[in-house]
């Protein structure tokens, strides 16, 4: 039976960097974004009900999704984030469980990195669950930096997630991503030591 790590947390936490590190470490890690994305792709599951559902001003020129249009609907409206999450969530996690189950035929221990492990309920798949937290301040900071929005537009995204305060209460771990780097690896290493010694 393989051992399966849940790692979760907020937008512009940090979950990219701790998953980068964990592949130099040798332990194999699912990409909730990435199966994601393989079914947005044009003919995928995700993109033939988002087409059906918000008609084609979601669409680029040359037919593919446009993320910022879509997010800029979910994100916006409640009632669509609410349906986004029940349609999208549904495909997500039967594409995540297959996943999941042919990494577990080949591996003892591997992670999944799903930003929306805590809400959508993931966590009865894993042995624990990490979280990458960092301060509201240095979670608005690092957004607006990576993804070159607005104060606002940034807030936005940030208030359409469950809190990362309500998050540790579900975490078996809490990274601290407020520091450098050098820190985090730190953490990490540690986490991983404990983890094999079981």
Do not use: C
């Not at 916006?76 to 995540?96: C, F, K, M, T, Y």
Request: no cysteine; proline share 2%.
């Amino acid at each position: 039976m393989a051992r399966i790590i849940g790692l979760t947390g907020g937008i512009a936490s940090g979950k990219s960097t701790v998953t980068s590190y964990l592949k130099e470490k040798g332990y194999p890690v699912i990409d909730a974004d990435r199966v994601v994305h393989d079914l947005q792709v044009s003919g995928g599951a995700l993109y033939r009900v988002l087409v059906d559902h918000f008609g084609k001003g979601i669409l680029t020129e040359n037919g593919e999704l446009d993320r910022v249009a879509l997010g800029q609907r979910i994100f916006s409206n409640p009632s669509e984030r609410d349906w986004s999450n029940h349609v999208q969530g549904q495909l997500i996690r039967e594409a995540l469980a297959d996943a999941r189950d042919r990494q577990a035929a080949q591996s003892g221990l591997f992670f999944m990195d799903i930003p929306l492990l805590i809400e959508q309920h993931y966590e009865g798949w894993f042995e624990a669950v990490w979280l990458v937290a960092v301060s509201k301040e240095t979670q608005l900071k690092r957004l607006m930096e990576r993804n070159h929005l607005s104060e606002l537009q940034a807030k936005e995204r940030i208030a359409a997630q469950m809190p990362l305060d309500e998050k540790r209460a579900h975490a078996d771990l809490v990274l601290d991503n407020n520091g450098d780097l050098t820190a985090l690896y730190a953490q990490l290493d540690v986490a991983l030591k404990q983890l094999e010694r079981r």
